[in-house]
């Protein structure tokens, strides 16, 4: 039987309990389990509404109290006497609808008679435990489109059709919320590894090892209205800091500290802006030692000082790896604060490690005291989260258990608290506008403060191609704070003439990506420069702008000017994604979703609402055609000529130039800053 609660309503039936509940503005959350109750302490994504009138809905029981309709706004679900679910917009559109084949079970309107015998949600039990292998199958559409999930290393924009896994792994990053072109976005609210399907025939998701079935979803006009509900419930970016919009000077790495303040002193010699220069990992005598090698960096607090100075910030290197010859590994050991194994090797990097537990809060608090002694209390103010998801000894998921879970359980959600381990020491000591780079997140991770990077990627235009995708579909997961090793981090050599030309037009992508941050670890390599401490581990080649010969230094100088110029329009795009959680870099459609070509385009992008960029991606290319969406005329950036919207056009695309657009628009002001790059 079915009963109304005070936000939704509830069925029990023989094993299952099923909730159906407002959570949000048009928004619903369903949960099911078959244990006794809903386990709480399950780390979702879910943050409470903030108005109370979003976690109310309408709702009345229909056949005697064996069916149920439940409505918030612009979503109803209806419930039926079998416990099929079916969602429907304010226009009576089926968006969303559980997939059952049950001759035995009574219908709802549509569906039909099967002999199949399966029921859209399956919890296969764990032999000896309170979880379950749990699947959860939705009917397939016709000309239905996905988007988002996160980062993964393809070059495929609309996700129907693939299998996506449900795992961290270094340069993919699984945040498990969809956008439909039918008008919803569907939430996984589940940190258990698995996988989905969005195939031809049905839509599949599936978590390996879980205690209850948990998702959301929202109904919406448009993409905007979808990602504003998302990030209004899971969370929005703090107001971009002034020193996440300009250049950033990067390399794996600068061995020494007089390395490091050499760099930046050239950078303001040569009155280049700067926003960031890094310090990256070894900058330690020992991992989970958190602190500067005395032998290396003498002086850290002058050094921060001096950058200070220039007008830069120190972005500094933090790993959650704790070698057993650290000062900090006992202490951890002792107290708990490692993640656990089944039996055997820890960390997949180092021989002879452990990994911090940043799901256990006191092993957070912790590890924050050490890096806030060590880098904060010497005037640190951003940190460079690596190795987030974590890295572990060949992704041997089954392998390791956390405070709160195995990893099979909640190991999605491992990069998220090691974003609020950080955000949330910083936060108490009252800084505001908190940013900091990781190599991984999931749903929620955008609360913490956590600008993504898309991980360790090949040195090449395939490499170079696979990041547009990469990139919207992040900022269609609510992560507007997004951007790449510029150049690629791996396989390429400073003196190659064809590696040249792909570094230009990565910085000029990069230019026009959330943020602008030059990295990689380039060939010829450089020797270590001891074999004690932080000095064992070797450097790549010089990697600063003018490493690349006087023809590449002039152009990339110029970009990193056109990135100056649009600092006022960089600023109001941070803006917009702290208050409603707006991608930076948009798709199409995001923009004009009326328009059907744009659904289809993903060699284009949009910088804001503003600007439309086409990077070129092809070895050797000159020229490029330029999909313009329709509803507006659109102005060439560099030859000031003008086109109708709903039209492909040709134009040239030599090595120096970036193929962009300014949106010109009656009503609309242009930003004065695009019409002067």
Not at 251 to 269: D, I, N, W
Not at 286 to 299: I, T
Not at 329 to 350: S, V, W
């Amino acid at each position: 039987m079915i009963k109304i609660t005070e936000k939704g309503i509830m069925r029990r039936h023989d094993q299952e309990i099923l909730t159906v509940e407002a959570w949000g503005k048009n928004s619903l959350r369903v949960r099911a389990t078959r244990n006794a109750r809903f386990d709480e302490d399950i780390p979702g994504a879910l943050e409470m509404p903030v108005h109370a009138d979003d976690m109310k809905a309408e709702c009345r029981l229909e056949k005697d109290g064996r069916a149920a309709v439940i409505k918030n706004g612009k979503l109803t679900c209806l419930l039926s006497e079998t416990g099929k679910l079916k969602f429907i917009n304010e226009k009576g559109e089926v968006l969303l609808e559980e997939y059952e084949r049950d001759r035995f079970r009574e219908k709802m309107e549509g569906d039909f008679y099967s002999a199949l015998e399966i029921h859209p949600r399956r919890m296969r039990p764990v032999a000896g435990t309170d979880c379950y292998e749990l699947t959860e199958q939705f009917e397939a559409k016709d000309g239905e489109k996905f988007f988002g999930m996160g980062q993964y290393q393809q070059d495929l924009l609309d996700l129907k059709g693939c299998r996506l896994e449900l795992a961290q792994r270094n340069s993919q990053i699984t945040i498990p919320f969809t956008l439909s072109n039918r008008g919803y976005g569907f939430l996984w609210n589940n940190p258990a590894i698995g996988h989905v399907f969005f195939a031809n025939n049905i839509t599949e998701w599936h978590a390996v090892s879980s205690k209850q079935l948990d998702f959301w979803v929202t109904a919406g006009d448009t993409p905007k209205e979808i990602i504003t509900a998302y990030t209004a419930v899971t969370g929005r970016v703090p107001m971009m800091p002034e020193y996440g919009m300009g250049f950033w000077q990067c390399k794996l790495r600068y061995r020494t500290q007089e390395e490091l303040l050499s760099v930046a002193r050239e950078y303001k010699k040569r009155g280049i802006p700067l926003d960031v220069i890094v310090a990256d990992f070894y900058h330690w005598p020992n991992h989970g030692d958190w602190k500067f090698d005395p032998l290396y960096w003498p002086d850290p607090e002058a050094m921060v000082r001096e950058i200070h100075e220039m007008g830069y910030e120190l972005m500094v290197s933090v790993w959650p790896t704790v070698e057993t010859s650290s000062e900090n590994y006992k202490y951890m050991e002792e107290n708990g604060y490692l993640i656990r194994t089944e039996a055997g090797k820890r960390d997949r990097i180092l021989a002879d490690a452990g990994l911090m537990d940043a799901t256990d809060p006191e092993c957070r608090q912790f590890v924050w005291s050490r890096i806030k002694e060590n880098y904060y209390d010497k005037g640190v103010r951003i940190f460079w989260l690596d190795e987030a998801e974590p890295e572990m000894t060949g992704y041997e998921f089954e392998h390791y258990r956390y405070s709160i879970g195995s990893d099979l359980l909640v190991g999605n959600v491992f990069p998220r608290e090691f974003a609020r381990m950080a955000y949330e020491g910083m936060e108490k000591e009252g800084q505001k506008n908190i940013m900091n780079l990781i190599r991984c997140a999931w749903a929620g991770s955008q609360r913490y403060g956590a600008l993504l990077w898309s991980g360790d990627t090949d040195s090449s235009f395939f490499a170079l191609k696979n990041q547009l995708s990469a990139g919207l579909n992040m900022g269609m997961a609510g992560i507007p704070w997004w951007n790449t090793d510029i150049g690629g981090f791996g396989g390429a050599d400073v003196r190659d003439e064809s590696f040249k030309e792909l570094l230009v037009r990565w910085f000029e992508f990069g230019t026009f990506s959330p943020v602008m941050r030059l990295h990689g670890y380039r060939k010829p390599f450089k020797e270590p420069v001891s074999d004690k401490g932080g000095g064992r581990f070797g450097s790549g080649a010089d990697n600063e702008i003018w490493s690349y010969g006087p023809d590449v230094y002039e152009i990339l100088k110029r970009y990193i000017g056109i990135r100056e110029t649009m600092r006022p329009y960089i600023r109001s795009l941070m803006k917009e994604a702290h208050e409603c959680g707006s991608p930076v870099m948009r798709t199409l459609f995001y923009e004009f979703p009326e328009d059907s070509r744009c659904w289809e385009e993903k060699e284009s992008y949009l910088f804001g609402g503003d600007l439309l960029v086409h990077p070129v991606t092809e070895e050797g290319a000159g020229e490029v055609s330029v999909y313009l969406p329709e509803g507006c005329r659109w102005k060439d950036a560099w030859t000031k000529e003008e086109y109708d919207g709903g039209l492909e056009v040709k134009v040239q695309a030599p090595l120096d130039r970036i193929p962009l657009f300014i949106r010109m628009e009656k009503g609309r002001e242009v930003p004065k800053c695009l019409l002067e790059i």
